[in-house]
């Protein structure tokens, strides 16, 4: 069994920055690929970002590209969503996840583990 919770939402200003943090239960999350998802009020569910579980790779949704970097620290059992230059359309619910050894990074499927989310309200 697999727990995730993620922390460091709030609110702030566009321009501004956050980091969200996931601290991940289990022995298994060093060889877990790890990914990040928002969901804003009415819509669906969305890919925003995800690692390897070793080495550099990291993918991106395009329209956080360049704003966010997802990194993680496997002796500490955390992965971090690092947020600069955040607009008003980054509002959302922001959810880390674990994938399964299968399967895209980028589709909401291949994840089996959630977090309960944590809200990032960003005012114009």
């Known amino acids: 069994q697999v727990q995730l919770v993620e922390s460091g939402g709030g609110l702030v200003q566009a321009g501004g920055s956050l980091r969200l943090s996931c601290a991940a239960s289990g022995s298994t999350f060093s060889s877990s690929r790890m990914g990040w998802f928002r969901q804003a009020p009415g819509k669906e569910r969305e890919f925003v970002a995800a690692?390897?579980?070793?080495?550099?790779?990291?993918y991106y949704a395009d329209s956080v590209k360049g704003r966010f970097t997802i990194s993680r620290d496997n002796a500490k059992n955390t992965v971090y969503l690092q947020m600069n230059s955040l607009e008003p359309e980054d509002t959302a619910v922001y959810y880390c996840a674990r994938a399964r050894n299968v399967g895209s990074v980028y589709t909401r499927g291949s994840y089996d583990y959630w977090g309960q989310g944590t809200q990032v309200t960003v005012s114009s």
């Open positions: 690692i390897r579980a070793s080495g550099p790779n990291t």
